[in-house]
């Protein structure tokens, strides 16, 4: 690295991690922390969370945010073909490609204010840091927002970044539609309009290296009372679309004995798949987060009930054996309805580079700040850059392991102590140590 | 009754049932089916159901509809505060309460053909022969169209009929909003914009009698042959809003150990109110129809369902036995996660008039129209009339006693047959026998 003569001088450090053994710039982790609450009022819900969904107004009004911060900080915006936005830090040498970080902007619909915009956030601060200090880094960095992670208003989830890295063709991307009927291809255009002096970036274009940021999400680092995690992969996950069908009838006429009631086989169906998926190890994820009732009325008796079933699992084995036996479980426990069921999504475990997590384990070490490597539980955009690059995670604690909930919550501490971590590895990839 | 010289010469009956041992104008049942399909048309389904909810364009349409057939009979319309439409038949003496008959023209939102339909276009069939026959009866006779018996967009049910008769407050229906918080109060004006010559009503105006055709709804005269069903009372019902809160959390990083899901917490409440509810004679209706679950998001654990309990039964002690136990049943079940229940909705068995009931058998048997005695599952407008007037009704089979479904269905001769008890129990009410 090399700094210019405007550098900020480096005082002592206030953290809380101080035994800090290199010499670095010093990120404001004052800012870092009034970001994240200025960008939580955005989608602001009642009780402390965010409803932000992709490609919503409020999606748009972030992403205007955000932008007008990396101005300050002089970074140049372009866009791809699925929506995702980069912000560049021009490197000495402009040939090699990026050394990219970054997350998602978009939530849940009762989502946290930390889940995404962390990630984003800690690269923003990172970058503006390095710039503020007159760092000019070797190779250039890059602030990515992934468009549309969630994959709660348009399926599936990490949209964007699967169709930059290839895994998802941009038309199918463009083809799916809300609970609305509104297409991505409608929605797209009103997300753009928010960066009107974005240049163009070709989907599938080259990465150097990519570090993600993000809160846990989990129990583990917080548990160990562990400030920064070093991830070191992602486990693997499969979404059914069960449709159980029985008959609307009228409740107040039709006998139990000639009802087929789609709700009460349902009801029977998920008893059986909790029965199925049920490990006394408590390692394997199922969740039924969607159920939609028709024709949902409080006297017909249900025709039809659809529910979502995601299921996750380290072991690329167990996704199989476990997973392959869903329809059959369903079909045994759904009589006297019938059933029907899809595979709506499947991602195998991922593995990040190995060369990489010993380099974040390196700076955090470096800097002082006790980490421990842990797999992520939930799915990230850094799955695809995989496929174009060495990709690796960061991850801070969130309290209770606590997201895709109102009461998501971190620390100021974490925060700043996962951005130093970030900004570090950034500037030793982006050198060429 | 009188007739005049315009009178229409009776002609050898083409009728399933032949032995009719008194002299009756006859009804034309080939116009009687026609107006069932053309009225099917508005807000007709894919397969051959009927989506025309309570306030809509559609039901709106389907007034407008129907006062134009009233129009070419002479009816004379009328609507009250809460859009209840009276067609009037004037009688020769104009003073005594109106004879009425009528039922509904709104739909569940995946309804039939024939539920409401027929008994609005069965009394109009009844006027409108009596008065092609040149009768003149003695009192009024009046064909009444109350509004949102179905109470699926707005509820309660029979909301209409509900406030006309005093059981329930004008304000509070009017309060009444649906899922996107439109009121009462705001749909009702285009309603009544569908019949912008009506007169004014006054809400619990006079009636001399009620009687209310009606498909069945249920198996039982299907199940004996039988084309015509005299309804001694209507069963009790109770309404229950059961909510299951939980705690949202991620899908992919929960251990199964640590969530409150409120879903799976549901499935539990729902299997114990199936035991609950359970009776080996099959008498107990038990139904959920409507189900939410909140955030209703793939990948996050339900922080919240609300579901719809209808319970009915035709003994009011049961009722009060197992509709009291509901909230211990379902705090038993629900571990780890809260529940709350509130009652939405109460009605008591109902008992027919003995006179009307024994007047219509009577008018059957000089029709030589099989029928038989039946208490009806379903709850109709019938229910609120008993608190102005002697009321009863008239059931017509059903297919396989299906209805709230697209499958619903009933045979021109089924129709036909149910329309005749009703002229002639409606002329003989009318003139005072």
């Known amino acids: 690295m090399i700094k210019d003569k405007s550098a900020r001088q480096n005082t002592r450090s206030q953290e809380v991690y101080e035994e800090t053994v290199t010499e670095e710039p010093r990120i404001n982790s004052g800012r870092l922390w009034d970001r994240h609450m200025r960008l939580a009022e955005i989608g602001a819900l009642p009780r402390g969370g965010v409803n932000r969904q992709a490609m919503t107004t409020g999606d748009a009004a972030a992403r205007q945010l955000l932008v007008a911060w990396a101005n300050e900080s002089g970074l140049t915006p372009a866009v791809d073909a699925i929506g995702n936005l980069f912000l560049r830090f021009q490197g000495r040498d402009p040939e090699p490609p990026p050394i990219m970080t970054g997350s998602h902007l978009d939530t849940q619909p009762q989502g946290g204010r930390f889940d995404g915009a962390y990630g984003v956030l800690a690269g923003l601060e990172a970058l503006t840091t390095l710039r503020e200090a007159g760092i000019e880094p070797l190779r250039s960095l890059e602030l990515v927002i992934w468009n549309n992670e969630e994959g709660c208003r348009f399926a599936p989830t990490t949209m964007g970044s699967a169709v930059f890295a290839g895994a998802l063709k941009l038309e199918e991307a463009l083809a799916a539609r809300d609970s609305d009927g509104v297409s991505v291809a409608d929605a797209l255009p009103a997300l753009l309009a928010a960066t009107p002096h974005a240049g163009r970036r070709a989907l599938g274009s080259p990465v150097s290296a990519y570090i993600e940021a993000h809160i846990e999400q989990g129990p583990t680092l917080e548990a160990n009372q562990c400030p920064v995690g070093i991830v070191t992969g992602i486990q693997g996950v499969r979404w059914f679309t069960v449709e159980v069908r029985g008959r609307a009838a009228h409740a107040g006429t039709t006998p139990r004995g000639l009802r087929r009631d789609a709700l009460m086989s349902a009801v029977s169906v998920l008893r059986a798949l909790s029965g199925h998926f049920h490990d006394p190890d408590d390692v394997v994820r199922f969740t039924v987060g969607r159920m939609q009732v028709s024709p949902n009325s409080p006297n017909t008796v249900p025709e039809r009930v659809t529910f979502s079933i995601d299921f996750r699992h380290p072991d690329g084995s167990v996704l199989t054996r476990l997973g392959d036996a869903v329809p059959a479980v369903c079909q045994r426990a759904v009589h006297p309805c019938e059933v029907s069921v899809s595979e709506a999504a499947a991602s195998p475990p991922v593995a990040f580079d190995r060369g990489l997590i010993e380099t974040l384990a390196l700076t955090a070490k470096e800097l002082g ?65």
Do not use: N, Y
């Not at 997201?403 to 971190?410: C, G, L, M, P």
């Open 369 to 433: 700040i006790p980490h421990m490597c842990l797999q992520s539980g939930a799915t990230h955009d850094a799955k695809w850059v995989t496929h174009l690059a060495p990709s690796g995670m960061i991850f801070v604690p969130c309290a209770g392991g606590i997201s895709h909930s109102e009461e998501e919550s971190a620390t100021p501490e974490a925060l700043a102590a996962g951005t130093r971590v970030l900004m570090s590895a950034l500037l030793k990839l982006a050198d060429g140590e």
